[in-house]
């Protein structure tokens, strides 16, 4: 079962593009959204992360943006650069247990 | 600095032995959990813990033991392994209580024969 939902499977944008990546969660008793940034051989890193009272964040060229009544959540990247290409992973979890359930990834690839 | 470390990075074995990938962190983290990354899944949950002597299975447990005898330590044990669990394997560690970052590992890169 699916918790989270992710798309698109993979990404191919110009250099100064905006990467948009989306997930759709079904449990409403999520309240922690975060994303995470991995590179070829290492391990994912978080990257912003967010809660549901709050329908923005903003970090730099990264924005999440949350619609808690459509139960979905995206990845905003401005000005992409050659140099965010990585896969992108949502997740999302609920209450203190901080057990994370992650979407299937992103592959994003910036061209120069 | 503090860190997270998993050994070995690379490992093959065969189908039927009983392996062990470690986990290590410096940070003091209470809890630590093991995944595993395959193509079109993500990361999957495999167990997990909130402190010394607890442990808990998460969404793929079948074939996998862990156990925690101090607050650094996570080993995963397959204790018989199939080809099935030909996989990437990230430890992570975190804080206790929501919305606390999981610092994850390197990796381990397992492959059955």
């Known amino acids: 079962q699916q918790q989270v939902k992710q798309s698109p499977q993979s990404l191919i944008v110009q250099k100064g593009g905006i990467s948009i990546i989306n997930c759709a969660y079904e449990?409403?008793?999520?309240?922690?959204f975060p994303w995470y940034q991995q590179f070829p051989g290492k391990g994912p890193a978080l990257l912003i992360a967010?809660?549901?009272?709050?329908s923005e964040k903003k970090e730099g060229r990264f924005t999440i943006s949350f619609n808690k009544s459509a139960k979905q959540f995206s990845l905003h990247i401005m000005d992409s650069q050659p140099g965010d290409s990585a896969t992108y992973f949502c997740?999302?979890?609920?209450?203190?247990?901080?057990?994370?359930?992650f979407g299937t990834g992103t592959l994003l690839a910036v061209q120069p | 600095d503090a860190e997270i470390t998993q050994s070995p990075r690379h490992k093959i074995t065969e189908t039927g032995r009983q392996v062990t990938l470690a986990c290590h962190q410096t940070w003091n983290h209470n809890n630590m959990f093991w995944y595993r990354q395959d193509l079109g899944h993500g990361l999957r949950l495999i167990h997990y813990?909130?402190?010394?002597?607890?442990?808990n299975k998460g969404e793929v447990s079948d074939g996998y033991s862990v156990s925690r005898s101090n607050t650094e330590d996570l080993p995963l044990t397959l204790e018989s392994a199939a080809s099935s669990q030909t996989s990437v394997y990230f430890c992570?560690?975190?804080?206790?209580?929501?919305?606390?970052?999981?610092?994850f590992g390197p990796g381990t890169r397992l492959t059955v024969l």
């Open positions: 997740a999302a979890s609920s209450g203190a247990t901080n057990k994370l359930i």
């Open positions: 449990n409403t008793a999520f309240d922690y």
């Open positions: 813990s909130y402190g010394v002597q607890d442990t």
């Open positions: 967010i809660r549901p009272d709050v």
């Open positions: 992570a560690s975190s804080h206790a209580g929501l919305g606390n970052e999981q610092f």
